[in-house]
């Protein structure tokens, strides 16, 4: 072929995602079966769940591993880049839909269910019937059926988590135009930085999550307040570990000389996601912890 | 699963030598995407037959008023799961499989953007169903909360097997996204050079519409039943009044993800719908643009409605109105596409195909089940309508005698491409009018049910409505013995049949009438010249 087009690599039979499924199946049906267990003696589901994640984590390697070396062989013409750009990009926008549902449960909470219930619009009666006594306020210190916690300030470690967050993704920028200039050590050097920024912003949300609990009486189960609060700071935490790791595999990829200023896709859905990750934490310590 | 009917497969495809690997891993481990298509369609089928049976359940329940056959809670377990495994498992997957096997050829790509993924997409699905499936088998029964699965039903009230329905919804919502991220990119980055936008087939632009659906609002059903697994489990009580959260607010999260969905699910039906009447009326579609413009207008709308499917639910009276409205709203781009299909036809040299036949009926009955649709968006008519069986008929003309029956449509006009052999004409026309016939007989007197007061999702009703639920069962009866004439149509055309050649519609258009029937294994490695 002498035509502009470079052929599009369609790679052969895989059995990557077969154990994928494997192990996907294996961590639903473990967790499934694990709640279901919690009440009792059994636990038969956790182990399935352990085996499940140590399968996925085993597909994560070999599959990434295989991408890895067909890229580092030449396969991957451009246009194959781009499939790549443009996944990472809609998972990213599936991703901001998953929250967006938690977002949407904390403003429904926020501005429809706790009014509501505290007899505002044309709901007189509703709280007249139901509990006379609620009043309606947020946070939610003290719900309908009487159950009082504490609300999270925005001072103290969560202003401190926000400024570690944002400065990670700029740490984050200034690798990557490192990288772009191809000066190796500068970008060691930040991509590190961001790691350490990533890891300690876990720690301190560690810290918050046993402050909360063992000391405000603020836990999951304390009304639609806490609800929102824990699932959406604790999903936010899942993906902050997640990009964590991932940042940490750049980091070794670049130590071992993967990634060139023109090609480096890896390194650049990385990147996206830990943007995404830390747009997420603003809007969550403005709705969550500030207003 | 069905090897047998894999192996099949695999000796119709032995006559060209692509390489096409041989024996059941073939299937496991495949790239292939029209493997992985033909795995989808399967799949698809499997589950329809077996959601199937789950209908005639209900339908010889209610054959007689009174409890005859089944447990109520049986009965409910039979309500949700067949609505489950039709909406997941027998509609969507169909639909996948034909972007998978169509999508590529028709832009003239050399496979799906991420073909390994592709193949991880389809292997989850059975993984999820056998969960789903199994769970009706465990102590306390299966989820019998409704496909909706409405708070406190699926928190409060539901057995403990929720647990694994919630993690097989997740599992059946990371196939779909992924599936839909591979199309959405497929149809962007793989695009034969100099196949500009406004050239691609029909179903190709109805399918980019749908995946940018199914990204958007697969999420929020992760969302919902996550909530639903944690106020169940562990304590939360989002759909909860007295923690401060509310049941209602369970309604709005899964009905905008719910609305959408049955865009979803109609979408590519469109799409379908838009190549073959052209073929068989040998005219160009009428207003090529215009149906461009439609579909993508009611996918925008699908965003600005979802509260229809609660307006005995309870919401201020703006919040009635402006649902309403934009409710009524959609039927003017669907107004747009019945417009544009009947114009196609109009003066074409028609003729009557098996595919053409069901594309026919279903513009007639889609639209008998829009009209219907219609009458449940003005809010005070639902009012007497909601939870009736006239909501049951209504979306049972849209979903059956609309999104199946374009599926049906879609594997006889392409099977032949598939195949590369003819499908008996005389089978399929039994197949078409014996299901056309029994499909109204089974839905149509539910309208009358429902207007009648009969309400939906009771294994019961009262004794007025004995004579129209006999009819309709018998109705339904017919209907599912109807679809075993199609599967031996399918088998018989893959053992073989009269030699198809590349074009056997001589009218039909498109990249993918241009290559070989059967399609070879690996079709376009390098671009077609679009002219």
Known sequence: MTTKHQTYYVPAQSGWPIIGAIGLFLIAFGAGNYIQQLATEKTSGGYILLAGIAVIIFMIFGWFKTVIDESMAGLYSPQMDRSFRQGMSWFI???????????????????????????????AMTQEVLWPAFEAAWPLIKTPDGTTTEAMPWTGLPLINTIILITSSVTLHFAHVSLEKAKRKPLIIWLSLTVILGAVFLALQVEEYSHAYQEMGLTLTSGVYGNTFFLLTGFHGMHVTIGTLFLMILLLRIIKGHFTPDKHFAFQAGSWYWHFVDVVWLCLFIFVYVL | MSTTTHDTIDTAHDEHHHGAPKGLMRWVLTTNHKDIGSLYLWF?????????????????????????????????????????????????????????????????????????????????????????????????????????????LSTTYSPDSTALFVFAIHIMGISSIMGAINVVVTIVNM??????????????????????????????????????????FFGTSFFDAAGGGDPVMFQHIFWFFGHPEVYIMILPSFGIISAIVPTFSRKPLFGYSSMVYATASIAILSFLVWAHHMFTTGMPVFAELFFMYCTMLIAVPTGVKVFNWVATMWRGSMTFETPMLFAVAFIILFTIGGFSGLMLAITPADFQYHDTYFVVAHFHYVLVTGAIFSIMAAAYYWLPKWTGNMYSETLGRWHFWCSVISVNVLFFPMHFLGLAGMPRRIPDYAIQFADVNQIVSIGGFAFGLSQLIFLAVVLKCIKGGKPAGDNPWQAADGLEWSIPSPAPYHSFTTPPEIK
């Open chain 2, 191 to 232: 695009r034969a050079p100099g196949m500009p936008w406004m050239k691609l087939p029909l179903f190709v632009w109805t399918w980019l519409i749908t995946a940018f659906l199914l990204i958007a609002v697969m999420p929020v059903l992760a969302g919902a039943v996550t909530m639903v697994l944690t106020d169940k």
């Open chain 1, 93 to 123: 926008f599936s991703e901001i839909m998953f929250f967006g549902a938690f977002f949407g449960a904390l403003f429904y909470a926020r501005m429809i269910s706790v009014p509501w219930l505290g007899g505002a619009s044309n709901n």
């Open chain 2, 44 to 152: 698809s089928f499997i589950m329809f037959l077996t959601g199937g049976a789950m209908a005639m359940v209900i339908r010889a329940e209610l054959f007689q008023p009174g409890l005859q056959l089944v447990e109520p809670n049986f009965f409910n377990q039979m309500t949700t799961v067949h609505g489950l495994v039709m909406v997941f498992g027998a509609v969507m997957p169909a639909f996948t499989g034909l972007a998978n096997w169509l999508i590529p050829m028709m832009i003239g790509a050399p496979d799906m953007a991420l073909p390994r993924m592709n193949n991880w997409s389809f292997w989850i699905l059975p993984f999820a169903f056998t969960m789903l499936l199994g769970s009706l088998f465990m102590e306390g029964g299966g989820p019998n909360f409704g496909w909706t699965f409405y708070a406190p």
